[in-house]
């Protein structure tokens, strides 16, 4: 049986994903995919014209999701639960598959990425998703709380340098730290002046998603002393 167009595109992508990484962006060329492959340059060619192309489809499908993810968000209350589903929901992409491998490559070709419209197109849905895990709090804390959740994701691959780890570990610890972050936002600053979203999206000042607002004439909303 003949292969699908797309099978052939999914396999071009992970054999370049290979090589890539084996010996580097810049010193894997086409003919060595193709030979990889057992294709011919010209049957690599009808899918992909460069390497840059397949790099870009790389990135244009990881839009597509986080454009899948941010509609979804836009659908819900902006609560915790909102939030926390969002960023785990953003987990399970990152982990499934090849992505991480993906992920890995991102990160080590940074300036591959950046000489690239898709990569440069990369940074603006990401920032759309950070948005949406801070909406309802638009404080300067929430929004850069919100970016370091993700953060916490994409780090996961590198920072956590444990011998052995496996990826539901590695995720685990991951969600556990942006959980943390995520948790702040939403809640009342000291001066009570934060606003938080109740269970059906509203905004109320001074109020978390715990319920935990600041008492009507501020009573009650001040910090306790540290010793």
């Given amino acids: 049986m003949r292969e699908s167009t797309g ?30 492959l057992n294709v011919t340059k010209a049957a690599l060619y009808y899918h992909f014209k460069s390497k840059d192309e397949i790099v870009t489809s790389f990135v244009n499908d ?14 819900q209350p902006p609560t915790r ?8 929901q953003y987990a399970d992409t990152m982990f499934a598959g090849d992505h991480p491998s993906v992920m890995r490559f991102f990160e080590q070709n940074q300036t591959v990425l950046k000489s690239l419209t898709a990569g440069q197109q990369m940074r603006g849905r990401m920032m759309r998703l950070a948005s949406e895990l801070c909406r309802g709090d638009d404080s300067p804390g929430a929004q850069l709380r919100a970016a370091l959740s993700l953060f916490a994701v994409h780090s996961s691959w590198f920072a956590v340098r444990t011998p052995h780890i496996t990826d539901a570990d590695r995720r685990k610890i991951a969600l556990e730290v942006a959980d943390e972050l995520l948790a702040r936002i939403g809640q009342p600053t000291g001066d009570g002046a934060a606003a938080g979203p109740e269970p059906d999206g509203r905004t109320v000042p001074g109020s978390g998603p715990a319920g935990d607002g600041a008492a009507p004439d501020g009573a009650g909303s001040e910090p306790a002393t540290r010793g």
């Fill in 62 to 75: 990881r839009l597509e999701r986080i454009d899948e993810l941010v509609a979804w968000a836009e659908s």
């Fill in 7 to 36: 099978g052939t595109r999914e396999r071009i992508q992970a054999v370049a994903l290979e090589l890539f990484t084996e010996q580097g962006y810049e010193k894997t060329s086409l003919r060595e995919i193709a030979e990889r």
């Fill in 81 to 88: 639960e909102t939030r926390r589903e969002l960023i785990a």
